[in-house]
């Protein structure tokens, strides 16, 4: 991830950004048909997805109550350069 937009994969336009190792191998035409399928499918046990539901919401609520007590801390050093952005 970079700060600064200039620096940021495909700033020289959509050939950079295909040509990036990360997507060498990435089939443009099929991903634009909507026809390339998913590198990964997990199995699904759905009775299993429907019994974790409750909890699962429950971890995430208190995760995200704990990010906003300490909200301040987490961004202490971090700043918005508005003449960066513009660049």
Request: charged share 35%.
């Amino acid at each position: 991830m970079q700060r600064t937009p200039g620096s940021r994969l495909g700033v020289n336009g959509i050939k950079e950004l295909k040509s990036h190792y990360w997507f060498q191998e990435t089939n443009w035409e099929k991903l634009v048909d909507k026809s390339l399928s998913a590198p990964y499918k997990p199995a699904i046990n759905k009775g299993k997805i429907q019994e974790n539901k409750s909890e699962e919401d429950a971890t995430t609520l208190k995760l995200y109550e704990e990010i906003m007590k300490n909200e301040n801390k987490l961004f202490k050093d971090y700043y918005f350069d508005s003449e960066v952005n513009k660049r």
